[in-house]
């Protein structure tokens, strides 16, 4: 696809007599308000269960998938990050970009809209969408400050536990070490 | 005669008492600035301090390894050259008459100027050499989203 950038021409269709949007590759999207959308994750948020937006994340991963014209893992970080960014962007989610805390990738998500105050939300939207990108079931674990750690699913729940209990992003990133799968 | 010998002897002794502590001064600067430098070599900084904000319970003992401060941040467009992980001039060791003498250049000196070199001892007060450490951050950046991937993905509770 073109020079590998993202080209966001003709991204929605707008279908007036259908009362439709549509996205590029297909999938109709609604558009909500902001407010109304925090209502909602907020209560999924409390009742323990967003699938929902980690469904809607992968949604986000599948346009990341359209717009690519070879498997993200041969990417460079900088290309897939342009995608995954404009794609955010489109879908007004905020300004995402990564950054690397040693062996730690970690999205950094601001402007978003403010869903929960632990913002659990955004992190089961950027994991779904970083699942669907890589063809793994990845987790991003709120570290504060608008601020995910992408790790395995399987460690997610000891690192959120280690952040409510206090650590901050350096002290996270310094109780992990990298390990291969045996 | 006697006059201009004297002269002359007295200008070298202010000149011999003068310069150790100038070129300390000046290898502790330069040693400052490569420490706290923009760019890579300070956005991957690494020390051996334990984490300051990790209560001590229920969380596992404070690690062993470095631990990081700040992050090193991509741009969505891909770099035109592969830029080396260091901005700094790598430090030169080269023998001199059985002991190693340490070149650097302080980062604010003129790129025109050839750095000069420094007698270890005239730097360091125990005597030993003191080497402007540039090498590359612990973890080298990886190439693909692939390789940023499988590196996040394979961190384990120590």
Redesign the interface.
């Known amino acids: 696809m073109h020079d590998g950038r993202f080209d966001p021409s003709g991204f929605y269709e707008f279908n007036l007599t259908a009362g439709m949007v549509r996205t590029r590759t297909g999938e109709r999207v609604v558009i909500l308000g902001e407010d109304v959308l925090c209502s909602l994750v907020a209560a999924a948020a409390r009742d323990g269960d967003l699938t929902p937006l980690r469904r809607l994340g992968e949604l986000l991963g599948e346009q990341v998938h359209g717009g690519l014209d070879r498997?993200?893992?041969?990417?460079?970080?900088?290309?897939?990050?342009?995608h995954v960014?404009a794609v955010i962007s489109l879908f007004g989610w905020g300004r995402l970009?990564?950054?690397?805390?040693?062996?730690?990738?970690?999205i950094a998500l601001r402007d978003k809209p403010e869903l929960d105050e632990d913002e659990l939300g955004a992190a089961a939207l950027l994991g779904g969408m970083f699942s669907e990108i890589?063809q793994?079931q990845?987790s991003c674990v709120p570290t504060g400050d608008s601020k995910f750690?992408?790790?395995?699913f399987e460690?997610a729940e000891?690192v959120w536990?280690?952040f409510k209990?206090?650590?901050?992003l350096?002290?996270i990133?310094?109780?992990?070490?990298?390990?291969?799968?045996s | 005669m006697s006059n201009r010998e004297d002269r002359l002897r007295s200008l070298l002794d202010k000149v011999r008492a003068k310069r150790p502590d100038e070129r300390t001064t000046r290898a502790a600067d330069a040693l400052d600035r490569i420490r706290t430098a923009s760019g890579t070599t300070a956005a991957?900084q690494v020390s051996s301090s334990?984490?300051?904000?990790?209560?001590s319970s229920?969380?596992?003992e404070?690690?062993t390894?470095?631990?990081?401060?700040s992050?090193?941040?991509?741009?969505?467009?891909?770099?035109e050259v592969e830029r080396p992980l260091s901005v700094e001039p790598r430090a030169r060791i080269r023998p001199s008459s059985g002991a190693p003498a340490v070149g650097s250049q302080p980062a604010s000196a003129s790129q025109s100027r050839r750095p000069e070199s420094i007698r270890p001892q005239s730097v360091a007060p125990t005597g030993q050499p003191v080497v402007y450490a540039t090498d590359q951050p612990?973890?080298p950046?990886?190439?693909?989203?692939?390789d940023?991937?499988e590196?996040?993905?394979?961190?384990?509770?120590?």
């Open positions: 498997p993200a893992s041969v990417l460079s970080p900088e290309a897939v990050l342009g960014s970009t990564f950054e690397r805390w040693g062996p730690a990738l970690v890589s793994r990845v750690i992408m790790v395995d460690v000891t536990g280690w209990d206090g650590a901050d350096p002290a990133v310094g109780m992990l070490e990298a390990k291969r799968a | 991957v334990p984490p300051a904000r990790v209560p229920p969380l596992p404070p690690p390894s470095p631990t990081i401060d992050p090193t941040r991509y741009s969505s467009q891909p770099p612990e973890f950046r990886p190439k693909t989203f692939g940023l991937l590196l996040t993905l394979s961190l384990r509770p120590r």
